[in-house]
C-alpha cells in the first residue's frame, strides 16, 4: 500500500482558507463591527457578536468558484415580542454599515455586506440578527424588506448558532480535532467539485462527521491516516441511508432535517457519488504505486491534489492502523 498522507496534507494547505491566514477578510470583518458600534442608531437596543460558521469551526475551504465569505452574528438584547417585525432589526444594521465602498442587502436569513473588485465581487460577510425568546433560545430574524409586513414571510425562527459552535468545537481535540477538520476540509472540497447544486449544505457534512468520524493514525510511527479516516467516515455514512434517504438532524433549536430539500433523484445521485469516492479512496489505499493511488485521488479531489512524479513508486506506509477513538 502506497502511503499519501503527506499528499493529503499538501492538498490541505492547498484548499486551507481560515481567518488566521486570510487577512482582508479579517480586516474587513474588524472594520464592519467597529463601524457598527460607532454608527448604529441610539435607539437599537444594546448587542453582541460572535462568529459561525466555517471560520470559527475552522473548515473553511478556498472556494472552487464565487468569493470567500464569512458569517458574523449579531445578539441583540432583546425578546421577539419586542421587535414583531424583525426586519427593523436588520435595518439598524444596514443603515449603520453603509459606506461608498459597499454593496448591502438585507436578506431573508441575514444583512449581507459585498466588496466588489471591478465587476466581480471579491469577498461578503454575512451577518446574522438574533435576539432571545424567553426561554432562553435565541432566535434568527427572517425577512427581506420587499416582503410584505405582518405575513409569515417576515418571522422569527428557532436557531441556535452559538449553541452549535461549541457542540461542534468540542467534539474533538489535539491531533484527533486536527483529523478531524482535514476531513471536514476534503468532503467540502469534493462536495463543490462534484455535487451540481446547492442542496447539500456544508453543515450537513459537518454534523454528519461530528456523529461518524473516529480517527485513525498507524500503530507502528502514530501518524495520521487520512485517507482510512475519510474511507471509515464514508462507509459510516452510507450504512446509515433509510430507504431512498439520509437524514441528518441539526443537534439544536429547530432540530430540522439538514436535508429535507434534497430531491429523491439529487440523494440517489448524492449517494451513487458517495459511494463512487468511497470506491476510488480504497483503490487508492490498495495501490502500490503512490503515483497511482494519486491520480485515483485527483480524480475524485480536483487538481489540488497532488500527484507525485512516477519515479517516486511504491512508498509503502508506515505499518498498521489504528482507530484511535473520540476525545472530548
Not at 464592519?32 to 459561525?52: C, G, M, V
Not at 435565541?138 to 409569515?152: F, H, K, M, S, W
Not at 498507524?218 to 495520521?224: A, G, H, N
Request: hydrophobic residues 35%; aromatic residues 8%.
Amino acid at each position: 500500500m502506497a502511503d499519501v498522507q503527506s499528499q493529503f496534507q499538501e492538498f490541505h494547505k492547498n484548499i486551507l482558507l481560515d481567518i488566521g491566514s486570510n487577512a482582508l477578510l479579517r480586516d474587513k470583518r474588524d472594520t464592519l463591527l467597529e463601524d457598527l458600534k460607532r454608527n448604529i442608531d441610539p435607539n437599537a437596543p444594546p448587542y453582541t457578536s460572535f462568529h459561525q460558521g466555517s471560520y470559527e469551526l475552522s473548515t473553511g475551504v478556498i472556494p472552487v468558484s464565487g468569493d470567500p465569505d464569512m458569517d458574523v452574528g449579531i445578539i441583540f438584547e432583546c425578546k421577539p415580542e419586542d421587535y414583531k417585525d424583525p426586519v427593523e432589526l436588520k435595518r439598524f444594521v444596514r443603515n449603520a454599515l453603509k459606506r461608498h465602498n459597499r454593496t448591502i442587502r438585507i436578506r431573508k436569513p441575514c444583512v449581507t455586506v459585498e466588496y466588489m473588485k471591478g465587476d466581480s465581487r471579491e469577498l461578503h460577510i454575512d451577518m446574522a440578527i438574533y435576539c432571545t425568546d424567553s426561554a432562553g433560545v435565541t432566535q434568527l430574524a427572517r425577512g427581506r424588506e420587499t416582503d410584505p409586513v405582518n405575513t409569515e414571510y417576515r418571522f422569527w425562527e428557532a436557531s441556535e448558532a452559538k449553541k452549535l459552535n461549541g457542540i461542534i468545537i468540542n467534539a474533538f481535540s489535539g491531533k484527533e480535532r486536527d483529523q478531524w477538520r482535514r476531513v471536514v476540509r476534503y468532503l467540502k472540497r469534493w462536495r463543490d467539485l462534484k455535487i451540481g447544486h446547492k442542496n447539500i449544505p456544508s453543515i450537513a457534512l459537518t454534523i454528519e462527521a461530528v456523529n461518524r468520524f473516529q480517527p485513525v493514525f498507524s500503530s507502528v510511527d502514530d501518524k495520521p491516516r487520512d485517507l482510512i479516516a475519510l474511507r471509515d467516515l464514508l462507509e459510516s455514512i452510507l450504512g446509515r441511508w433509510v430507504g431512498s434517504r439520509l437524514q441528518v438532524w441539526l443537534p439544536v433549536e429547530t432540530r430540522c432535517d439538514l436535508l429535507k430539500e434534497v430531491s429523491d433523484i439529487q440523494m440517489d445521485d448524492f449517494k451513487a457519488r458517495l459511494t463512487k469516492l468511497c470506491d476510488a479512496l480504497n483503490d487508492a489505499n490498495k495501490e502500490a504505486d503512490s503515483h497511482e493511488a494519486c491520480k485515483l485521488l485527483k480524480a475524485q479531489f480536483g487538481d489540488d491534489f497532488p500527484v507525485p512524479p512516477k519515479s517516486s513508486t511504491t512508498q509503502q506506509n508506515g505499518g498498521s492502523i489504528t482507530p484511535t477513538g473520540r476525545s472530548a
